[in-house]
C-alpha cells in the first residue's frame, strides 16, 4: 500500500525556512523596507509554487476514461468544485489521447496542465493510496461564540495550524483581484462574507474544507418530554 508523505512535513520545512530567512535578512539587508520586500517576495514564490503543486495533484487524481461529452463535463465539474468561480478551459488534444486544462483564477494566477486518457483500473488491481480523512473543525468569532462555521481540517493538522491557515488565506482573498472588487461594490469585509465566497480550492491547498457556506447557529438541545 502506498503512503503520501505528509503534507504537515512539507508545510513545516517550509514555515523553518521562512524563519531562517526573516533571521538572516535584516543582517545583509539594513534597510527593514527592501528586507520586507525580499520576504515577501519569497513567501509569494513558495505560495505559488504550492499551488502549482496542489493544482498537478488536483488534475492527477481525476478519473479520463474517455474523451466523451458526458466525461467532459464530468471533468469540467470536478474544476468547478476544486476552483470556484476560475476561469476554465478544456479541450482534448487533437490526438485524442488526453484533455488539456488551463485554469485563471480570479487574482490573475493561471495553471495549466494536461490529463490523459486513462482507463479505469480493474477492481482490486492496484491497492489504494492512504489519504488523509477529514475531521471536524467548528470555528466562531470571538464576538459571538455561539455562532458556528462547521469547517473541516485534514487530519494532520492541528486546531491551531488550521486556524492559522484560514486566518492567512483569508488575508490572501480580501488582497486578491476578487476581494478588491468585493470591497469597491460595498461587500463587508468580514468573515461570513469571506467564508461564503472563497474558492474551495484556496481552502483545500491549506488541508482545510468548507462544509457550509453560511453560518448556523448552535442548536440548544432541550431536554425531552417527561416520562409519565
Not at 503534507?7 to 535584516?26: C, M, N, Y
Not at 481525476?62 to 466525461?71: F, G, N, R, S, Y
Not at 478544456?90 to 494566477?109: A, F, H, M, Q, W
Not at 455561539?146 to 491557515?165: F, G, H, R, V, Y
Amino acid at each position: 500500500m502506498k503512503e503520501k508523505k505528509p503534507a504537515k512535513s512539507k508545510r513545516d520545512e517550509q514555515a523553518q525556512l521562512l524563519d531562517l530567512l526573516r533571521t538572516i535578512l535584516p543582517r545583509v539587508a539594513p534597510d527593514p523596507a527592501f528586507a520586507e520586500k525580499i520576504y515577501s517576495a519569497f513567501e509569494a514564490e513558495l505560495r505559488a509554487k504550492n499551488r502549482a503543486n496542489s493544482f498537478e495533484k488536483f488534475c492527477e487524481r481525476i478519473v479520463l476514461p474517455d474523451l466523451e461529452a458526458k466525461t467532459l463535463e464530468e471533468v469540467k465539474q470536478q474544476l468547478i468544485s476544486g476552483f470556484g468561480d476560475a476561469d476554465l478551459e478544456i479541450e482534448p488534444n487533437e490526438d485524442g489521447k488526453g484533455l488539456r486544462v488551463d485554469v485563471s483564477l480570479p487574482d490573475g494566477t493561471q495553471f495549466h496542465s494536461r490529463i490523459p486518457v486513462r482507463p479505469l483500473a480493474p477492481e482490486g488491481e492496484n491497492e489504494p493510496e492512504v489519504t488523509l480523512k477529514f475531521v471536524p473543525l467548528p470555528v466562531s468569532l470571538p464576538g459571538d461564540p455561539e455562532l458556528i462555521w462547521a469547517l473541516a481540517k485534514q487530519e494532520n493538522l492541528t486546531s491551531d495550524e488550521a486556524a492559522i491557515a484560514l486566518t492567512k488565506i483569508e488575508d490572501d482573498f480580501w488582497a486578491s483581484k476578487t476581494g478588491q472588487k468585493l470591497l469597491r461594490d460595498r461587500v463587508e469585509r468580514s468573515f461570513p462574507e469571506f467564508i461564503a465566497r472563497v474558492p474551495a480550492g484556496l481552502l483545500g491547498e491549506s488541508g482545510l474544507k468548507r462544509h457550509y457556506k453560511l453560518p448556523e447557529p448552535v442548536k440548544v438541545l432541550r431536554g425531552g418530554a417527561k416520562k409519565s
